[in-house]
């Protein structure tokens, strides 16, 4: 096996938006070698089988395509003389930044001066919600399907049902009937839709789609291929209320049941994982608890919109580009001097998880369930720092908050909290 | 005759739900700002969408080109666009932004292509 040493400015571990996003900002802020590295054959991550419009409004304006927003990443990537490597699979990583990664070549070896992860996140499949009942075929990922029906031209099925409104299978409802499908309905286990209020609209309500919240799916019948499901209605305590059940005949269930951030060679290299993001702890220059290692994109924290991401995303690039240009920065640990951010009553979780630095900070927030008005209180060591009121919040809606943070020594807690 | 409807406000994360008489056009109640009554009113009278899908592709590297209209078009036109899509294929290759349909069905609105898909090459 033939082994390929390379050193690098910057390293991204993911070529999806995110890893796009972070490189071409790393080098726009000084970094003079970036390589990206993909272990696909394409360069983009999931946006070239988005091909739903709705990208980029936030940031820009403009409502683009999936496709059409990430064309342009890569073009400027490529303008700006970035190594993007498709076909890399990276196997490891460790606290020295040396990156190990597989190619049709051979070994790579990666000394970087700052590695950016950008891996992104998987669906979450029939195994990890643990649905009883048979193993047949038809029952596929939102995403997966999205891929057949966009890239490949192969439709998934003819009756189909969707579990989770998540916004990608509200999409797939309204794609898959834009393509000749029944879409019996789409399952919801809470009480409120999962996905963005204009997906609900666009998607469901546009092409009289039924919605079944406070609904699960408590059993699943098929020889080789799916027959039927059953659907129920479910408590307060999301269990299954006996005498609702319902069966409706199909063949192809859609799973839209949320998505893991894939940091199994994160945690593999020793970066501490927060378990409520599923991502890296990260402080607010989105550097993980390894100095040199930046995270950013769905493998920090699963966004709802490509457009938050990205601004996050060019930050993480620029802070890894100024530690490059800083000599022996690596070593700084901020360890003496630091912040722990802590979710409180409400919050499902927050970025940052540390803070080392005084100043304005953006706090990126997820709320557990919705609410029409509430305060939210920063307090720092019990005394309260900042308070806000805010309206309408939504889970499926992350929040940005910014918060001077005074000056602190030693350790310290930030309690973050909703009072009613 | 019922000349109430419910109509959802998309264009910020809220998501009212505004009340309005379909007949005479007049908000009923929920909505929270000058916007959401311009909105739903729209979404009444002339309600429009842009539509993407994907279109067949001959000699391409993958079988399909996503589109989409050019300018909004009307909901209820939705089905019947599909069908003359449905019916259209190109040759490729095809660059990102050309047009593959010009007008359709006289909406003003063209089908353009928002991806570029290169010939498939045989070497």
Request: aromatic fraction near 4%.
């Given at each position: 096996?033939?082994?390929?040493?390379?050193?690098?400015?910057?390293?991204?571990?993911?070529?999806?938006?995110?890893?796009?996003?972070?490189?071409?900002?790393?080098?726009?802020?000084?970094?003079?070698?970036?390589?990206?590295?993909?272990?696909?054959?394409?360069?983009?991550?999931?946006?070239?089988?988005?091909?739903?419009?709705?990208?980029?409004?936030?940031?820009?304006?403009?409502?683009?395509?999936?496709?059409?927003?990430?064309?342009e990443?890569?073009?400027?990537?490529?303008?700006?003389?970035?190594?993007?490597?498709?076909?890399?699979?990276?196997?490891?990583?460790?606290?020295?930044?040396?990156?190990?990664?597989?190619?049709?070549?051979?070994?790579?070896?990666?000394k970087?001066?700052?590695?950016?992860?950008?891996?992104?996140c998987?669906?979450?499949?029939?195994?990890?919600?643990?649905?009883?009942?048979?193993?047949?075929?038809?029952?596929?990922?939102?995403?997966?399907?999205?891929?057949?029906?966009?890239?490949?031209?192969?439709?998934?099925?003819?009756?189909?049902?969707?579990?989770g409104?998540?916004?990608?299978?509200?999409?797939?409802?309204?794609?898959?009937k834009?393509?000749?499908?029944?879409?019996?309905?789409?399952?919801?286990?809470?009480?409120?839709?999962?996905?963005?209020?204009?997906?609900?609209?666009?998607?469901?309500?546009?092409?009289?789609?039924p919605?079944?919240?406070?609904?699960?799916?408590?059993?699943?019948?098929?020889?080789?291929?799916?027959?039927?499901?059953?659907?129920?209605?479910?408590?307060?305590?999301?269990?299954?209320?006996?005498?609702?059940?319902?069966t409706?005949?199909?063949?192809?269930?859609?799973?839209?049941?949320?998505?893991?951030?894939?940091?199994?060679?994160?945690?593999?290299?020793?970066?501490?994982?927060?378990?409520?993001?599923?991502?890296?702890?990260?402080?607010q220059?989105?550097?993980t608890?390894?100095?040199?290692?930046?995270?950013?994109?769905?493998?920090?924290?699963?966004?709802?919109?490509?457009?938050?991401?990205?601004?996050?995303?060019?930050?993480?690039?620029?802070?890894?580009?100024?530690?490059?240009?800083?000599?022996?920065?690596?070593?700084?640990?901020?360890?003496?001097?630091?912040?722990?951010?802590?979710?409180?009553n409400?919050?499902k979780?927050?970025?940052?998880?540390?803070?080392?630095?005084?100043?304005m900070?953006n706090?990126s927030?997820?709320?557990?369930?919705?609410?029409?008005?509430?305060?939210?209180?920063?307090?720092?060591?019990?005394?309260?720092?900042?308070?806000?009121?805010?309206?309408?919040?939504?889970?499926?809606?992350?929040?940005?908050?910014?918060?001077?943070?005074?000056?602190?020594?030693?350790?310290?807690?930030l309690?973050?909290?909703?009072?009613e | 005759?019922?000349?109430?409807?419910?109509?959802?406000?998309?264009?910020?994360?809220?998501?009212?739900?505004?009340?309005?008489?379909?007949?005479?056009l007049?908000?009923?109640?929920g909505?929270?700002?000058?916007?959401?009554?311009?909105?739903?009113?729209n979404?009444?009278?002339?309600?429009?969408?842009?539509l993407?899908?994907?279109?067949?592709?001959?000699?391409?590297?993958?079988?399909?080109?996503?589109?989409?209209?050019?300018?909004?078009?009307?909901?209820?036109?939705?089905?019947?666009?599909?069908?003359?899509?449905?019916?259209?294929?190109?040759?490729?290759?095809?660059?990102?932004?050309?047009i593959?349909?010009?007008?359709?069905?006289?909406?003003?609105?063209?089908?353009?292509?928002?991806?570029t898909?290169?010939?498939?090459?045989?070497?």
């Open positions: 096996m033939i082994l390929i040493k390379v050193t690098s400015d910057v390293t991204v571990i993911g070529g999806g938006p995110a890893g796009l996003a972070a490189g071409i900002s790393a080098k726009e802020s000084g970094a003079e070698k970036v390589i990206i590295i993909d272990r696909n054959n394409w360069i983009g991550g999931i946006l070239p089988q988005c091909i739903h419009d709705g990208f980029g409004i936030e940031a820009t304006g403009l409502s683009q395509t999936g496709p059409e927003y990430i064309n990443y890569i073009k400027k990537a490529r303008n700006l003389g970035i190594t993007l490597l498709i076909e890399t699979m990276v196997l490891n990583f460790n606290n020295k930044l040396e990156i190990i990664s597989a190619s049709k070549k051979g070994l790579l070896k990666i970087s001066k700052s590695i950016i992860l950008a891996m992104g998987r669906e979450k499949t029939r195994g990890n919600l643990i649905i009883p009942g048979d193993r047949p075929s038809g029952i596929y990922t939102a995403g997966l399907a999205q891929a057949l029906i966009n890239l490949y031209n192969i439709m998934p099925g003819k009756n189909i049902v969707i579990l409104s998540g916004d990608v299978g509200l999409i797939m409802a309204r794609r898959l834009i393509e000749g499908a029944n879409i019996l309905g789409v399952i919801e286990i809470l009480p409120y839709p999962n996905g963005l209020p204009r997906n609900v609209v666009q998607c469901l309500k546009d092409y009289n789609i919605l079944f919240l406070n609904h699960t799916i408590t059993s699943i019948e098929g020889k080789d291929r799916l027959k039927k499901i059953t659907i129920a209605k479910v408590d307060k305590n999301k269990k299954p209320i006996l005498g609702t059940e319902k409706i005949k199909c063949d192809t269930l859609l799973l839209s049941v949320g998505l893991i951030p894939e940091n199994e060679i994160s945690s593999d290299a020793g970066i501490i994982i927060d378990s409520s993001t599923g991502g890296p702890i990260v402080n220059d989105y550097r608890t390894i100095p040199g290692i930046y995270a950013c994109g769905n493998c920090l924290q699963v966004y709802d919109t490509v457009d938050l991401l990205s601004i996050h995303a060019k930050i993480a690039g620029r802070q890894s580009a100024i530690n490059t240009l800083k000599e022996n920065n690596n070593n700084i640990n901020y360890a003496d001097k630091k912040i722990i951010v802590k979710p409180g409400g919050i979780h927050i970025i940052p998880q540390q803070i080392n630095i005084t100043g900070i706090f927030i997820r709320v557990d369930e919705p609410k029409n008005s509430t305060k939210i209180s920063f307090k720092l060591n019990k005394n309260e720092i900042f308070i806000k009121n805010l309206k309408y919040l939504n889970p499926a809606s992350i929040i940005n908050v910014k918060v001077k943070i005074p000056k602190f020594s030693k350790n310290n807690i309690e973050v909290s909703l009072n | 005759m019922n000349e109430e409807t419910n109509i959802t406000c998309i264009l910020c994360p809220i998501g009212c739900e505004i009340r309005i008489n379909k007949k005479e007049f908000i009923i109640d909505a929270k700002c000058e916007k959401g009554i311009e909105y739903s009113k979404e009444v009278f002339n309600p429009k969408r842009i993407t899908t994907s279109i067949l592709v001959k000699n391409g590297i993958l079988p399909l080109l996503s589109v989409k209209t050019s300018k909004p078009i009307p909901k209820e036109k939705i089905f019947k666009i599909l069908k003359i899509i449905k019916r259209t294929s190109v040759n490729a290759p095809v660059e990102m932004g050309e593959i349909i010009q007008n359709v069905l006289g909406t003003g609105s063209d089908i353009i292509a928002t991806k898909i290169k010939k498939f090459e045989t070497s």
